[in-house]
């Protein structure tokens, strides 16, 4: 008798201290947007070999193995970027320059939340070069996922960024076999995958330039098959990217209904389903979208209190932005 009251006194104990490691848990999760604190923040240095031609160095100390490093170069009227925690980059003019370095690390535990980590931070630099000797013409393009968080998606934008005397030819081969003449193609792969895609122009006075992708490491890395890549054009095109992939979300916490508000740089259909934190579908519904600003309710006055992620697709479940709300 005494041993079995000292076992549920003992299990008591257990179970109250895992209720209260459960509540700090989530009350760190709800008050930093973290399941777990997490260190990943963004420093970097760079050296300049007086030519236009930088070397940036994420510095990578205490960062979870398997982060992911990604570099958004801006200025003197292109936008351009690259991955990976060294990064190599050759400036085509001179100019003043904004270099971004994004970090970002993922881990979710479905099985159990509170090991979950969420990390992501960012910090920004000016660099000034000088000493760039311009070609008469170059090739040039940068390719971005279009999930900006999780870099999952099956859609890939490239920024064409080329120049030279008019009037440029392009050629554009896709690493499957196809090819377009286009300033600014779309392409469907028949198998998602990893490409290589190269870009080959030739302008008015015969000067000839070839650009090749070489990031398909990368894509391999994050998980981003590629399925559909539209080319678009530098400044004012990233622009519309990134708003088409910002969602606003309000009222959040939310009591009864949740409202998603967002850009859409085509017509087409989108799915949106509703994740517990245990990875279960507790909502789903589907929109037609029109080019331009959209609105999407969400009847969620059923859900239980607590966390849920809003999981935004294109067709064929290409997931384009993944959300987070509270009730």
Same mark, same amino acid.
């Given at each position: 008798?005494?041993h079995n009251?000292k076992?549920?006194? @003992?299990m ?5 201290y895992? *209720? ?5 848990? *989530?009350? *760190?999760?709800l ?5 777990? &604190?997490?260190n990943c923040?963004a420093s ?8 236009g ?5 994420a510095?990578?100390?205490?960062h979870y193995?398997?982060?992911n490093?990604?570099w958004l170069i801006s200025?003197?009227?292109? +936008?351009?970027g690259g991955y990976g ?9 001179n =100019?003043t320059?904004?270099?971004k370095l994004?970090?970002? +690390?993922?881990f979710?535990?479905?099985l159990?939340?509170?090991?979950s980590?969420?990390c992501?931070d960012s910090?920004?630099k000016?660099?000034t070069?000088?000493g760039v #000797?311009?070609p008469?013409c170059k090739?040039q393009?940068t ?10 998606s099956?859609t $890939? +934008?490239?920024?064409n960024?080329?120049f030279?005397?008019p009037t440029?030819t392009y050629? $554009?081969?896709? =690493?499957?076999g196809?090819?377009?003449?286009l300033?600014f193609p779309?392409?469907t ?8 895609v190269c *870009?080959?122009i @030739?302008?008015?006075a015969g000067?000839t330039s070839?650009?090749?992708?070489t990031?398909?490491?990368?894509k391999m890395a994050?998980?981003g098959?590629?399925?559909y890549? @539209?080319?678009?054009g530098?400044? &004012?095109s990233?622009?519309? #990217? ?7 979300i309000?009222?959040?916490?939310f009591?009864?209904?949740i409202?998603i508000?967002y850009?859409a740089?085509?017509s087409?259909? #989108?799915?949106?389903?509703?994740y517990?934190?245990?990875g279960?579908v507790?909502y789903?519904?589907? @929109?037609?979208?029109?080019v ?7 009847n969620?006055?059923d859900?239980s ?6 999981k935004?697709?294109?067709?064929e479940?290409?997931l #384009?932005?993944?959300?987070k709300?509270?009730k």
């Amino acid at each position: 008798m005494t041993h079995n009251l000292k076992t549920k006194i @003992k299990m008591k104990k257990f179970t109250n201290y895992k *209720l209260s490691y459960l509540f700090s848990a *989530l009350l *760190l999760m709800l008050l930093t947007g973290k399941i777990v &604190a997490a260190n990943c923040t963004a420093s970097f240095t760079y050296t300049n070999n007086a030519t236009g031609k930088f070397n940036f160095v994420a510095n990578t100390s205490g960062h979870y193995a398997g982060t992911n490093y990604t570099w958004l170069i801006s200025g003197a009227g292109s +936008y351009q970027g690259g991955y990976g925690s060294n990064y190599n980059h050759q400036f085509l003019a001179n =100019g003043t320059y904004s270099v971004k370095l994004v970090t970002l +690390y993922i881990f979710n535990d479905s099985l159990n939340p509170a090991n979950s980590i969420y990390c992501k931070d960012s910090v920004m630099k000016t660099v000034t070069v000088t000493g760039v #000797i311009a070609p008469a013409c170059k090739a040039q393009f940068t390719m971005f996922n279009a999930d900006t968080v999780s870099q999952s998606s099956q859609t $890939w +934008y490239v920024i064409n960024n080329s120049f030279g005397k008019p009037t440029i030819t392009y050629l $554009w081969e896709f =690493g499957d076999g196809t090819t377009s003449t286009l300033e600014f193609p779309s392409h469907t792969y028949a198998n998602p995958g990893h490409y290589d895609v190269c *870009l080959t122009i @030739k302008d008015g006075a015969g000067c000839t330039s070839k650009h090749c992708d070489t990031s398909s490491v990368h894509k391999m890395a994050v998980g981003g098959n590629m399925k559909y890549l @539209k080319v678009v054009g530098n400044t &004012a095109s990233i622009n519309k #990217i990134q708003n088409e992939h910002s969602f606003n979300i309000f009222p959040n916490p939310f009591t009864d209904k949740i409202t998603i508000q967002y850009a859409a740089l085509s017509s087409r259909n #989108i799915s949106v389903e509703v994740y517990d934190v245990m990875g279960k579908v507790v909502y789903t519904e589907n @929109k037609y979208s029109n080019v331009g600003q959209n609105q999407l309710e969400i009847n969620a006055g059923d859900l239980s209190r607590g966390l849920y992620y809003i999981k935004v697709y294109a067709e064929e479940k290409n997931l #384009i932005n993944t959300l987070k709300v509270v009730k």
